[in-house]
Nanobody
Framework: QVQLVESGGGLVQAGGSLRLSCAVS????????MAWYREAPGKQRELVAE???????KYGDSVKGRFTMSRDNAENTAALQMNSLEPDDSGVYYC????????????WGQGTQVTVSS
């Protein structure tokens, strides 16, 4: 099994920054991609950033130019640097990992709350 634990969420004023981390543990192999999603009350979960191994990260339109996704293979973590935060960025942020060669499996963390005050 694979476990993902997000951290770094909190309360920040509009225009501020936060850095989220996703720690990966357990049995990982042939990782295909990792991603960050967010879910706000009354809204569907949306893709914030995705990194397919070997390719550059891709970002949702609403966060392009403000958010940066990175990974650290040595520490087995992924991060999401969020700058110029806006109240609409508030929500629970989830980290996901997809692995496997033919049959792929996806795993999710429990999420971390981000609240941006105006």
């Amino acid at each position: 099994q694979v476990q993902l634990v997000e951290s770094g969420g909190g309360l920040v004023q509009a225009g501020g920054s936060l850095r989220l981390s996703c720690a990966v543990s357990g049995r990982t192999f042939s990782i295909y991609a990792m991603a960050w999603y967010r879910e706000a009350p009354g809204k569907q979960r949306e893709l914030v950033a995705e990194m397919i191994w070997g390719a550059e990260p891709k970002y949702g339109d609403s966060v392009k130019g403000r958010f940066t996704m990175s990974r650290d293979n040595a520490e087995n973590t992924a991060a999401l640097q969020m700058n110029s935060l806006e109240p609409d960025d508030s929500g629970v942020y989830y980290c996901s990992l997809t692995q496997g060669l033919i049959l792929k499996s996806s795993y999710w963390g429990q999420g971390t709350q981000v609240t941006v005050s105006s």
